[in-house]
C-alpha cells in the first residue's frame, strides 16, 4: 500500500487550528493523522485525558469529527453502542476509541478487554505518551521503568505494561503499533485497519515534551528516535502474524539496535537513571523483541 | 382471597409449582400472584413460595402469614422445622406428600405423591418431581382453579412429552382426595 | 390486549419489546437479571430486534446504551444496587448530555455487608443525578411506567433520561396478572424516536468538551428547568396512555392518592409495600380511623403541588422509607418535611435489606403514630422479629 | 433540530477555529519560511501539530494567527527553510 503526498493533502482534515493542546503537541499529530487515514466517515470517542481539553471551549470543538467526550473508563463500552446502532442504521461509520495510556493501561482496560472479547466492530487508537500527562504527568501502567514522573520522583520502579501484546492476546483480527515519528506508516496502518471487520487496536506512541522534559520543536525526532533505538517498535499483527516495518527492520537483530542510551540522554525523565535500570530497560527491550520474533 | 404456602426443598420445584397455580388461576380469569422466598435457591435447602387467588385484584405483596392452604412436597419438612405449621387458622389444611397417614390435631391431609411421580418415571437429577401432580390434588381440595386451566399452564411450561406425564400424575392426585366443594375465595 | 400472568421483571423485558428498543446495555445482577435473561432469549427466538450487548460491566451497560442513544436509537438498561452504585458516574453523564435512555432499577440493598434483598436505597441515592425517576408498585405499572418512560424521555419539552423503580423480588420476581397492551396501541402511543441532537458524520456535532463556568452552570439549570417542567408533561403523557392504551390505573397524576380526600392522617410511601398499606388502612377505617395514602410515583419530578393538595391540612403525616440517608431520616421523609408546613411529620424506616413489613406491621405502626409518636425518625423492626435474637455481633476478642 | 425551548440547553458544541483561544498570542518565537530554499516536501504540513502549515502554490505558509512557535516545522524541514525568529 503506497500513500503519496497528494493523497494526504486531499485527505480530511480532522483538526482545525487554535486547539488548548500545549505547543508542539503530540497528541494533536496523531489526531491530524486519524483524520487521513480514515476521511471523514468517521466518529471519535474520546475518554478523559488531554485530548478532553485539547478540543477546546464552547461553544467551539477543534477536534473537525463528530465526538463523543465521556468518562475515563467508559470508551469501548460507548463505542459498542455507537457502531452497533449505525449498523443497524444501515451507515458506514468508522467508530473511534481515542483514549490515553492511562485511559487504555489503568482505569479503562477492563472496557477495553471487554469490547475487544466481543469483537466490537470499532478501531481502538491508544495515544501513549507514557502519563497522566493531562492531571501534571503522573506515573501510568504504560510508564517505563526510570522515568521521573509527579508521582514517581526518584523514577518509576517498574517496567512499562505492553498493551499491544495483551492486545495480541485477545485474538483481535487486527493489532498494530505506530509512532508520530512516522506519518506514512501510522496512517497506512490506520488506512489497513479501516478495511478490516471486528476489533481493531492501534497504539501510537506520542512523545510529550512537557513530561518527557524535551523541547517541543523535538517532538517528532525524540518520536523517531524511540523507534531507532529500538525501544517502540512499529509492527502490524494481522491473520495471526506479526510483521515489522522497515523502519525498525534492524531492532531484530541485538547487534544492530542503535543504544538505548541515546533515547534516554536527550529527556529530562530519564535524569537518574542508573546503569542497573538501564539494564534493566535493555532487558525489557530484548524481551520485548524476542516476543516479536515469535510471532512473526 | 385464597392463600397458598407452598414447602419444599430448593431443587424441588417448590417455585414452578406456585407459578403453575397462579398461571392456571388467572386462564379462569381470577386474580392471582405468586412468589418465592427471596434468596439464593440451593438444592436441598428449605424452600417457601406463596400463592394468592382473589375474584377482585391482588394488592398484598408481603409473604402469606396465615395461609388457607400450605402444600408440602417433602414430608420429612413436616417433622424438620416449625416452619410449616406457622400462622395456621383454624379451618386451614395442610396438603403433605407423606407414605402415611399422620394422627395429629391438625388437619392434615396426605398423599402418596413420590409413589405416583416414581411410577410415571418423573425422576429429576435423581428426585421424583412431585411438584405439579401435587397441584392435582390440591385444586381437588380448593375447587378451583379448574383442571382445564392447570392443563393449559402446564402445557405452556413443558414440552408435549413431559406435560403429557405430568397431567397423567395431576389426574391421579386429583382422584386421590375427596373435593370440598364450597367457595373458598368467599370465606 | 391480553391478560398474562407473569413476573415484574418479564412485564419489563415485554415493555422493552413493545416500545422497540434498539438496542441494550446488558449486565447480570439480582434481582434485575431476569429482565435481561428474558429479553435474551426473546430476541434468539426472533421476537424483538433489539441489539443487545453483553458488556463486562455496568459502567458499561450504561455506557454502551449511551452510545446507541447518541447514534439515535432507543436504548435501554437494567440494573440494581451495587451495579447501579458501579454506573453512577455514568448515570450523570447521561443526564448531562441530555439524551433519551430508559433505565429499570429492580430495587436491592447495599453492601456491606452483602443483601441481596429489597430496599430503595439504590434508586434513592441517584436522587440528585438529574434522571426523572418513577417508581412502580405492581408489574403492570413496571410495564405502563416503562413505556411511558421512552414517551417521556423523548419529548422535547424534556429530553432526559427517565428511570423505572420497582421493588426487588417482591416485584420483579412475583407473577401476577398483568394487561399486556397490543403493538398497535404502543405504536400509536409511541411517535418515533426523537432526541435534541444525533452523533452521526453528516453534521458533525460534539458532546461534551470543555464548557466554561457560566455555560456549564446554565446547562445545570437546564436541566433543573427541565425537570421542573416535567410535571405537566407526564401528566399529559399519563392521561394520553389511559386514553390509548390502558384505563386501569390512573396516571393522570404523578402521585398516586388512596382515601386519602377526608383523611385526618396521611400515609406516604413508594412502592410494592403500598398494596399492604391499603389493606391496613382498610381495616383501620372500619375501626373509624380516618386514614388515607399517597404512594409516591415520581421522586423526581417531585410534585410539591400535589404533594401539598394532598398532604397539607391534615393532623399528621406518617413518612414509610425503605431507604436510608444516615444520620437523618429517610430521603422520602426529608422530601417530604421540605414541602409541606404546619403539618406534622413523622418518619418510620423499615423494610431494610428485605425486613417483610406487611399489613399487620402497617395496622400497628399507623395506629401507634396516630395515638401519636414522639420521635421524628424510628427505626422500626416488625413485630416477629423483634421476638427474635437479631446477631449482630459488636465486639470481636 | 431548532426546536429549543427558552430553558433548554444542551452540551454540545460544533467544530471551529480558535477552540482554544487565540493561539498565536502563545508564541514566543515564531517560523519564518524561506520561500528560496523551501523545496515543497510538506514535511512541515505533515508534523504541525496545530494545522497552521497552509500548502500554497506548492510551496507553504504559516498561519500566525493560531500558531503556537513550537518550532517543529523548522526541526522537520529536510533543508532548514524554516527559521525560528524571536517575537521580540
Not at chain 1, 530497560?281 to 516479536?292: F, H, Q, S
Not at chain 4, 500548502?55 to 529536510?78: A, F, I
Request: glycine share 8%; net charge neutral; aromatic share 8%.
Amino acid at each position: 500500500m503506497t500513500l503519496g503526498l497528494r493523497e494526504i493533502l486531499n485527505k480530511h482534515n480532522s483538526l482545525i487550528s487554535g486547539t488548548a493542546a500545549c505547543p508542539g503537541c503530540p497528541e494533536n499529530m496523531a489526531m491530524r493523522m486519524l483524520g487521513m487515514g480514515l476521511g471523514k466517515d468517521t466518529v471519535v470517542v474520546v475518554v478523559a485525558g488531554c485530548s478532553s481539553i485539547i478540543q477546546g471551549n464552547a461553544p467551539y470543538n477543534s477536534y473537525n469529527l463528530p465526538v463523543v467526550n465521556i468518562a475515563f473508563a467508559a470508551g469501548p463500552a460507548a463505542a459498542s453502542g455507537l457502531a452497533r446502532a449505525y449498523k443497524q442504521k444501515g451507515k458506514d461509520v468508522n467508530v473511534v476509541v481515542w483514549a490515553g495510556d492511562g485511559g487504555t493501561a489503568d482505569i479503562g482496560f477492563a472496557s477495553l478487554s471487554g469490547a475487544a472479547e466481543r469483537n466490537e466492530d470499532i478501531i481502538y487508537v491508544c495515544v501513549d505518551n507514557e502519563a497522566y500527562m493531562n492531571s501534571g504527568g503522573q506515573r501510568s501502567g504504560s510508564t517505563p521503568l526510570g522515568a521521573i514522573t509527579s508521582t514517581t520522583p526518584e523514577g518509576k520502579k517498574e517496567n512499562k505494561k505492553n498493551l499491544p501484546f495483551l492486545m495480541v492476546s485477545h485474538n483481535v483480527p487486527y493489532v498494530a503499533t505506530a509512532s508520530v515519528g512516522y506519518p506514512h506508516d501510522y496512517i497506512q496502518k490506520l488506512k489497513r485497519a479501516k478495511e478490516i471487520d471486528g476489533f481493531r487496536y492501534i497504539h501510537v506512541l506520542t512523545p510529550d515534551p512537557y513530561g518527557w522534559l524535551f523541547d517541543p520543536s523535538r517532538t517528532a525526532e525524540i518520536a523517531k528516535l524511540a523507534v531507532q533505538t529500538c525501544y517502540w517498535p512499529l509492527f502490524e499483527y494481522y491473520n495471526g502474524k506479526i510483521t515489522v516495518s522497515q523502519e525498525c527492520l534492524h531492532c531484530l537483530d541485538k547487534r544492530t539496535r542503535r543504544p538505548i542510551k541515546d533515547f534516554l540522554s536527550v529527556q529530562g525523565r530519564f535524569k537518574r537513571v542508573k546503569e542497573d535500570d538501564i539494564a534493566k530497560l535493555e532487558k525489557y527491550i530484548d524481551d520485548m523483541w524476542e516476543k516479536i520474533k515469535e510471532l512473526m | 382471597m385464597l392463600e397458598i404456602r407452598f414447602h419444599g426443598r430448593g431443587g424441588q420445584g417448590v417455585v414452578t409449582a406456585s407459578h403453575l397455580l397462579a398461571e392456571a388461576a388467572g386462564y379462569d380469569n381470577l386474580y392471582s400472584s405468586s412468589f418465592p422466598i427471596y434468596g439464593a435457591e440451593r438444592r436441598g435447602a428449605e424452600i417457601e413460595a406463596y400463592c394468592r387467588i382473589s375474584d377482585s385484584q391482588i394488592r398484598v405483596t408481603s409473604p402469606i402469614q396465615e395461609p388457607d392452604y400450605v402444600v408440602v412436597l417433602d414430608g420429612s419438612l413436616l417433622h424438620l422445622s416449625n416452619n410449616v405449621y406457622r400462622g395456621l387458622k383454624s379451618n386451614s389444611v395442610i396438603l403433605a406428600n407423606y407414605g402415611s397417614e399422620i394422627k395429629t390435631d391438625k388437619k392434615i391431609i396426605t398423599v402418596n405423591a413420590t409413589k405416583v411421580a416414581s411410577e410415571l418415571g418423573l425422576i429429576r437429577s435423581g428426585w421424583p418431581m412431585v411438584n405439579v401432580i401435587m397441584l392435582g390434588s390440591l385444586i381437588k381440595l380448593t375447587g378451583m382453579p379448574s383442571i382445564e386451566s392447570l392443563e393449559k399452564a402446564i402445557r405452556d411450561e413443558f414440552d408435549d412429552k413431559l406435560a403429557e406425564i405430568n397431567m397423567k400424575g395431576v389426574r391421579k392426585m386429583y382422584e386421590l382426595v375427596e373435593g370440598r366443594r364450597y367457595n373458598v375465595l368467599t370465606t | 390486549m391480553i391478560r398474562k400472568i407473569i413476573s415484574g421483571n418479564e412485564a419489563v423485558a415485554t415493555a422493552v419489546k413493545l416500545a422497540r428498543v434498539g438496542l441494550t446495555g446488558i449486565y447480570p445482577i439480582t434481582p434485575q437479571t431476569s429482565i435481561i435473561e428474558k429479553l435474551a432469549e426473546m430476541k434468539a427466538q426472533g421476537e424483538i430486534q433489539t441489539e443487545i450487548v453483553r458488556v463486562e460491566s455496568e459502567h458499561s451497560a450504561m455506557a454502551a446504551t449511551y452510545g446507541a442513544a447518541l447514534a439515535g436509537i432507543r436504548a435501554f438498561t437494567a440494573t440494581a444496587s451495587q451495579g447501579l452504585l458501579y454506573m453512577h458516574e455514568m448515570v450523570w453523564w447521561v443526564a448531562g448530555s441530555r439524551v433519551p435512555v430508559v433505565m429499570v432499577v429492580g430495587t436491592r440493598a447495599v453492601g456491606a455487608p452483602w443483601n441481596i434483598w429489597n430496599e430503595h436505597t439504590d434508586f434513592t441515592s441517584e436522587r440528585d443525578s438529574g434522571w426523572i425517576m418513577a417508581f412502580a408498585s405492581n408489574p403492570q405499572e413496571a410495564l405502563d411506567l416503562t413505556i411511558q418512560a421512552f414517551r417521556i424521555s423523548e419529548d422535547e419539552r424534556v429530553f432526559l433520561p427517565v428511570m423505572v423503580g420497582m421493588d426487588g423480588f417482591i416485584l420483579s420476581h412475583t407473577k401476577t396478572n398483568v394487561l399486556i397492551p397490543d403493538q398497535e396501541q404502543i405504536d400509536d402511543y409511541l411517535p418515533p424516536r426523537r432526541q435534541p441532537y444525533v452523533i452521526d458524520p453528516e453534521d458533525p456535532v460534539e458532546i461534551g468538551n470543555m464548557f466554561p463556568p457560566e455555560g456549564y452552570m446554565k446547562l445545570r439549570e437546564s436541566i433543573h428547568l427541565a425537570l421542573k417542567n416535567s410535571e405537566d408533561i407526564i401528566r399529559q403523557h399519563g392521561r394520553e396512555y389511559n386514553k390509548k392504551v390502558s384505563p386501569m390505573i390512573d396516571y393522570s397524576t404523578l402521585n398516586s392518592s388512596y382515601r386519602l380526600e377526608d383523611a385526618d392522617y396521611a400515609v406516604v410511601l413508594m412502592g410494592a409495600w403500598a398494596g399492604d398499606a391499603m389493606e391496613a388502612i382498610d381495616v383501620l377505617r372500619e375501626k373509624g380511623i380516618k386514614i388515607g395514602m399517597l404512594r409516591v410515583r415520581y421522586l423526581r419530578p417531585w410534585s410539591e403541588k400535589e404533594i401539598r393538595e394532598n398532604l397539607e391540612g391534615k393532623k399528621g403525616v406518617l413518612v414509610l422509607d425503605r431507604s436510608t440517608s444516615f444520620g437523618r431520616g429517610g430521603p422520602l421523609y426529608i422530601e417530604v418535611k421540605s414541602t409541606i408546613r404546619d403539618t406534622e411529620v413523622k418518619d418510620i424506616v423499615t423494610g431494610l435489606g428485605g425486613v417483610t413489613v406487611g399489613k399487620s406491621d402497617m395496622i400497628y405502626l399507623f395506629s401507634k403514630f396516630v395515638e401519636g409518636i414522639k420521635e421524628d425518625v424510628t427505626w422500626y423492626y416488625p413485630k416477629e422479629v423483634g421476638k427474635l435474637d437479631v446477631r449482630t455481633p459488636r465486639d470481636i476478642e | 433540530m431548532s426546536l429549543l425551548l427558552d430553558y433548554q440547553y444542551f452540551p454540545i458544541t460544533k467544530p471551529g477555529k480558535g477552540a482554544g483561544g487565540k493561539t498565536g498570542s502563545w508564541r514566543v518565537v515564531k517560523p519564518v519560511v524561506d520561500l528560496s530554499k523551501c523545496i515543497g516536501c510538506k514535511a512541515c504540513f505533515m508534523f504541525c501539530p496545530e494545522s497552521t502549515i497552509v500548502p500554497k502554490g506548492g510551496k507553504v505558509t504559516v498561519d500566525y494567527e493560531y500558531c503556537k512557535g513550537c518550532g517543529v516545522c523548522s526541526n522537520v524541514c529536510p533543508v532548514k527553510a524554516i527559521s525560528m525568529v524571536s517575537e521580540t
